[in-house]
């Protein structure tokens, strides 16, 4: 039902920001809530962060908390994740993903994933 196509991602030096977008298509965008998730080679894909349908109540993993945020603009059918304070462990490929809830969201119990941007943290 949504087609997401992540960007923003690249190569940035430790302590470095960066900020990804999550651009959406489908009439329907607005009604999902939207997460962030994280996979480095042969790890599991890891949640970071949610946002629900509405915006205002977010959700991170402890990792990212104070350094990531996530925001929405269903205006522009698109998620934002800002990323502050870099360090190497958020080297990943970073995707976003629709669920009918955060907490679906959160459990990856997705609809829809995005094909990923890369994120590299020189040290």
């Known amino acids: 039902q949504v087609q997401l196509v992540e960007s923003g991602g690249g190569l940035v030096q430790a302590g470095g920001s960066l900020r990804l977008s999550c651009a959406a298509s489908?009439?329907?965008?607005?009604?999902?809530?939207v997460g962030w998730f994280r996979q480095a080679p042969g790890k599991e894909r890891e949640f970071i962060a949610a946002?629900?349908?509405?915006?205002?109540?977010?959700y991170y993993t402890d990792s990212v908390k104070g350094r990531f945020t996530i925001s929405r603009d269903n205006a522009k059918n698109t998620v934002y994740l800002q990323m502050n304070s870099l360090n190497s462990d958020d080297t990943a490929v970073y995707y976003c993903?629709?669920?009918?809830?955060?907490?679906?969201?959160?459990?990856?119990?997705?609809?829809?994933w995005g094909q990923g941007t890369q994120v590299t943290v020189s040290s």
């Open positions: 993903a629709t669920g009918l809830s955060t907490q679906r969201v959160i459990d990856k119990r997705v609809d829809s």
């Open positions: 946002i629900r349908w509405s915006g205002g109540v977010t």
């Open positions: 489908g009439r329907t965008f607005s009604n999902y809530a």
